[in-house]
C-alpha cells in the first residue's frame, strides 16, 4: 500500500471532527481536497473506512483500525521530530494534556513553569468531565492525561502526584459550622448537591461512605451538577451541602459564601494521578512535564 501522512491526517480529522467538511476545516483545505484525500486512501487499503448514515460519519472497523495505527505512527513522527530538535539544542514540539475538570485548578500553574523553560512548545489543553478524559485515554488522542480515579480496565502506566482532599462543604452560617468531630449519620436529614455519577468525586464519596461499614449512614442526594462553580454556588444559596475538592474552593472558602464542615472520615485522603496507556512511548517533552508532575520519582505501571 502506498499512502501519505496526509492522507491519514485527514483520516485522523476525520474521526476527530466526525465530518469531511469538519475534516477540511481543520486541515485548511477545501472539501473536495479532503474527500479525495479520503478515496485515494480507501482505494489504496482496498476496503471501505467509512460510511454516511443519517448525514453522520461511522467509521468502518477497517477505519477504526487504521486510524489507530495513524495515531501511533503520528506519535513516532512526533517523538522523532522532537529528539532531533533536542540533538540540535532546541526544545521545540507540542504538548497535549487531557485532565478533568477539578484539575484546572492547579494545572495551569504546572504548565506555566513548564512552558518558561520551553517557550516554544505548543501546547493543547483538554479539560473535561472524567468520562470525556476517559475515552481520550482509550484512544490514544493525547500526551497525558490527569485525574483523580484512573480507569481499572485501561493499562496504565499510572504516577501519583499530590494529594486531592475532599472535603464536606455547607452555607456560611449553617447550625453545624462551629460544631467539632460532627459524626457522619448526623447529616443524614441534610440534602446533598454532587457531582454527576461517573465522576471522580462522586466514586471517591461512595466508596468512602461504603467503607464506613455502617448502615446509619444514607446521606440524601438531592442534586446533581455537572461542574464544581455550579455545586458551589448552589450550597452558597442554601440549596444543600456538597463535598467538593479543596482545590475547587479559594483558599478562604467563605469568599465563596461556603464553609468546611468538621465532619469524621474527612477531608476524604484522594489523590491526583497522571497516566498514560502502558506500552505508549513517551516524547521527550511529555517525559519532560511528567518529570515536572512527578518531581522524577517513578512508580512500577498499573495493568487494568
Known amino acids: 500500500m502506498n499512502f501519505t501522512l496526509r492522507q491519514l491526517r485527514c483520516l485522523l480529522a476525520l474521526a476527530s471532527e466526525g465530518s469531511v467538511g469538519g475534516a477540511a476545516r481543520v486541515l485548511h483545505v477545501t472539501q473536495p481536497t479532503a474527500s479525495m484525500q479520503l478515496k485515494d486512501l480507501a482505494e489504496q487499503v482496498g476496503l471501505p473506512l467509512y460510511e454516511v448514515v443519517s448525514r453522520r460519519v461511522h ?9 489507530q495505527t495513524a495515531r501511533a505512527m503520528e506519535d513516532l ?15 521545540r514540539g507540542s504538548l497535549k494534556v487531557a485532565v478533568v475538570s477539578t484539575a484546572k485548578y492547579f494545572i495551569p500553574r504546572l504548565l506555566g513553569s513548564f ?9 493543547a489543553l483538554q479539560v473535561q468531565n472524567r468520562d470525556g478524559v476517559v475515552h481520550r485515554l482509550e484512544n490514544n488522542l493525547d500526551d497525558l492525561y490527569i485525574m483523580s480515579q484512573p480507569p481499572a480496565h485501561v493499562p496504565l502506566h ?6 486531592n482532599p475532599l472535603v464536606v462543604i455547607a452555607p456560611v452560617g449553617h447550625p453545624l459550622a462551629s460544631r467539632r468531630k460532627i459524626r457522619p449519620e448526623r447529616l443524614n436529614s441534610e440534602r446533598f448537591i454532587l ?5 471522580g468525586t462522586r466514586m471517591a464519596v461512595q466508596a468512602h461512605l461504603q467503607g464506613l461499614h455502617t448502615q446509619q449512614v444514607q446521606w440524601q442526594v438531592k442534586l446533581e451538577l455537572g461542574n464544581n462553580e455550579a455545586i458551589r454556588e448552589s450550597v452558597a444559596a442554601g440549596l444543600g451541602l456538597a463535598v467538593l475538592s479543596r482545590y475547587a474552593l479559594p483558599i ?9 464542615l468538621n465532619v469524621q472520615g474527612f477531608p476524604i485522603d484522594s489523590h491526583w494521578h497522571v497516566v ?11 517525559q519532560a512535564f511528567l518529570n ?4 522524577g520519582r517513578s512508580e512500577s505501571p498499573r495493568t487494568g
Open 158 to 163: 499510572d504516577f501519583v502526584f499530590m494529594k
Open 77 to 91: 513522527w512526533e517523538n522523532f521530530q522532537q529528539q532531533v530538535a533536542a540533538q540540535k539544542g532546541m526544545k
Open 252 to 260: 478562604d472558602p467563605e469568599d465563596a459564601g461556603v464553609c468546611m
Open 292 to 295: 515536572i508532575l512527578t518531581g
Open 195 to 199: 457531582r454527576e455519577p461517573g465522576s
Open 59 to 67: 467509521l468502518t472497523e477497517t477505519g477504526q483500525q487504521l486510524v
Open 276 to 286: 498514560f496507556p502502558r506500552g505508549k512511548q513517551l516524547s521527550p517533552l511529555a
Open 115 to 123: 512552558c518558561r523553560e520551553y517557550p516554544e512548545v505548543e501546547l
